[in-house]
């Protein structure tokens, strides 16, 4: 299947929509605040901090966020291990929901302090994933937001909810007002797979179907559900309905989620301001601009913690203020 991305490089972050022939299949954001953030296929030098005997594994810091886990299963043809020692080693998992990344053993390092070594480029990580003959083009990636809101309306009637919790994602089907839960049922397979591939949530998944009681009709959802995930590049288990109607199922995950990534309120609105100030930068060409925006985001924006002010000053001109308001919008003053 041919395979096209399409890369928005913002003030603040970087987007990436990949499409499998027309549809939307996968997104990424990768933002300025996470430069040093250990990603998919990066090596790492890092210091084992601990050793714990009964996970048969090691913690490994890294020098940004949560310590790395590896496992000694992880470690073939690896000198006996031991805390303080330096090592070289490969993101195999990222850091997911305030787990650390998991790691390969590669090598000892006779660095004296945690650093990135090899960090992967965007057009790189693409190419790895897709395949070396992805289209890769820019453009504008607009209404990323949405791709996380928690319920999606269904075709025909009904919705479904997406929920994550500490120990599973639990998805509940609802008919709504629509007469047959059969149907509402088919409809919603195609809806899970995507918003699952989209949003890149995975691990234990739950999904609560309505009350189905001829076996043909479960037995046609599971088969359903197959071949939804045929195309998916991630490894998806999945088991029969059980008798009280929830089809359990496992995907598994190597890159950050984008629920994750919009947990911050703070540095989401901020994106989305700066976005809005640029876009309406080109549009009024001159004009001294205005952004208004609440008083978290104007916050998070003042620390300017990743320099986006002077990137914006390079890319309109310094012809531009924020201010506290009550929602985000742009003043033009012409």
Known sequence: MKHRAVIDRGIGETRIAVYEGKRLAELFIRRWSDKNRPRLG????????????????????????????????????????????????????????????VLRFIDLSDLTKPMPLVQIELEDFLKRRFGPNIVIEEAPV??????????????????????????LIAIDVDKGSAQNGYDVSKAAIPIIASQLRLRGLGGL????????????????????????????????????????????????????????????????????????????ARQSGGAQLVLEVPEHVFNWLERDSIGWRAAMTERIGARFAVVRGAEIRVNVDR
């Open 42 to 101: 990066d090596i790492f030098a890092g210091k084992i901090t601990s050793i714990d005997k009964s996970m048969g594994a090691a913690f490994v810091d890294l020098s940004h966020g949560p310590h790395g886990l590896l496992k000694f299963t992880e470690a073939k043809g690896a000198p006996r291990l031991t805390e303080g020692q330096m090592i070289k080693a490969e993101i195999k998992r990222e850091a997911i929901s305030g787990k650390g990344p």
């Open 142 to 167: 607009n209404h990323v937001e949405d791709a996380v809101d928690a319920e999606t309306a269904l075709p025909g009637g009904g919705d479904i909810a997406i929920e994550r919790t500490r120990a």
């Open 205 to 280: 998944i739950a999904i609560d179907f309505p009350n189905l009681r001829q076996p043909k009709q479960r037995e046609d959802l599971y088969n359903r559900m197959q071949s939804a995930f045929e195309n998916d590049r991630n490894s998806v288990k999945i088991a029969p309905i059980s008798r009280f109607g929830v089809m359990e199922m496992s995907r598994a995950i190597k890159t950050r989620p984008l629920d994750d990534l919009f947990a911050d309120k703070a540095e989401n609105g901020a994106m989305l301001a700066l976005r809005r100030l640029e876009r309406e």
